[in-house]
């Protein structure tokens, strides 16, 4: 069975720091998103990692995947209170369908001035 | 291009009945999958459509069922609402396998 751990689920930062956020999941995959929620507000997609080494960046935030680690990487750079948000990372099954991601439990990120 | 669409946008239901929710992908988007999310068991897949036939079935009773239409609109309803049902109800469409799934702004369903 594949499971999805993130921590932390609560992270309060100050403006201009560095934090990263974690996802651990427990079984092969081929395919880890990120996902940003605003409260009240659908899931938007951030990242699409695919294959081991793989990093992608947009603005202030930069994730990566480790296959054989079975880790994937969020990390803030400067954080501004506009990043203030939920943050999920979701997985796939490995050759599984397309639409059944396990999601973590989302991290609630405060950035306060 | 056109989002995810959900209708409705909130719905304040009575223990017993049953509810019908609605979404269409985007356009071009064959596979269209749903989910719950609650504070406390978070984002949990409730099944998934491809070319109208069900590929995937999360982890709930059978009260939970759907249907994906010939373009690709998918329905999904739940009978005999329970309190427990109060949730967020979101729709998701992709393109392939390897693409981001994109969700609608969901459905607000309380059960009262």
């Known amino acids: 069975e594949l499971k999805v751990e993130q921590n932390p689920l609560f992270l309060s930062m100050q403006e201009g720091k560095n934090y990263t956020i974690y996802c651990n999941y427990s079984t092969t995959s081929d395919r880890l998103y990120w996902y940003r929620q605003d409260p009240g507000k659908s899931l938007e997609s951030l990242f699409v990692?695919?294959?081991?080494?793989a990093v992608k960046q947009e603005g202030r935030l930069m994730a990566s995947l480790d296959t054989k680690a079975r880790l994937s990487t969020l990390h803030i750079t400067a954080a501004v209170h506009d990043l203030s948000a939920t943050y999920f990372c979701a997985v796939g099954y490995y050759g599984g369908s397309q639409g059944n991601l396990i999601f973590g439990k989302g991290t609630k990120l405060s950035v306060k001035p | 291009k056109a989002g995810v669409t959900q209708t409705p946008r909130y719905l304040i239901k009575t223990r017993g009945q049953q509810v019908t929710l609605s979404c269409s992908p985007i356009?071009?988007?064959?596979?269209v999958s749903w989910y719950q999310q609650t504070p406390g068991q978070g984002l949990q897949f409730l099944f998934e459509y491809f070319s109208e036939t069900q590929r995937n079935k999360g982890n709930f009773p059978g009260r939970f069922s759907g249907r994906q239409f010939s373009n690709s609109r998918s329905e999904m309803n739940v009978s005999t609402l329970e309190l427990g049902d109060s949730a967020l109800y979101l729709c998701a469409s992709s393109l392939d396998h390897n693409s981001p799934l994109h969700f609608g702004n969901g459905t607000r369903l309380t059960v009262t």
């Open positions: 990692l695919l294959s081991n080494g």
């Open positions: 356009s071009g988007h064959r596979s």
